[in-house]
């Protein structure tokens, strides 16, 4: 599967990055209890985990604070969130496939979700190609 990033127009031009940024922001829907999300997510091969806002877990039909709850951290104070796992369905490309994800209160509601190690990069091979501007996906060997 083959994805363009996504483009983030500047409202001014800067020397470093031009008249716009790019992303590795693909689509995604993710699939749950009683509903189904469609929903668009950052590639971030320094994630630990897939993360998403809560309330999307809540839309899906979870009770997401019954999930199995990890402390995490990052660019914050280290641990100064939680996440709460849930096992979903996730559909990229049309490919769907089961894996468990991390909800968190803790994290920007109107950002965008995270695909990280556990639940993506362990179940795609990801090609970045900054200068074609395409981010290709493969299902890894180990998933199959």
Request: glycine residues 10%.
């Amino acid at each position: 599967m083959k994805f363009s990033y996504f483009k983030f127009p500047l409202s001014a031009r800067s020397e470093f990055f031009g008249s716009s940024i790019l992303k590795p922001i693909i689509p995604i829907e993710l699939v749950g209890e009683a509903d189904a999300f469609r929903y668009d997510a950052l590639i971030d091969s320094g994630a630990d985990f897939c993360i998403f806002d809560a309330t999307i877990g809540e839309t899906l039909g979870f009770d997401v604070r019954s999930g199995k709850v990890e402390r995490f951290g990052g660019i914050q104070e280290a641990y100064a969130s939680s996440a709460y796992f849930q096992e979903i369905t996730m559909v990229i490309g049309g490919w769907k496939y089961r894996t468990t994800v991390g909800f968190s209160y803790d994290i920007a509601r109107h950002g965008y979700g995270i695909l990280g190690q556990k639940g993506f990069f362990d179940i795609f091979t990801v090609k970045f190609n900054y200068s074609k501007e395409e981010i290709e996906l493969k299902e890894s060997m180990k998933s199959q």
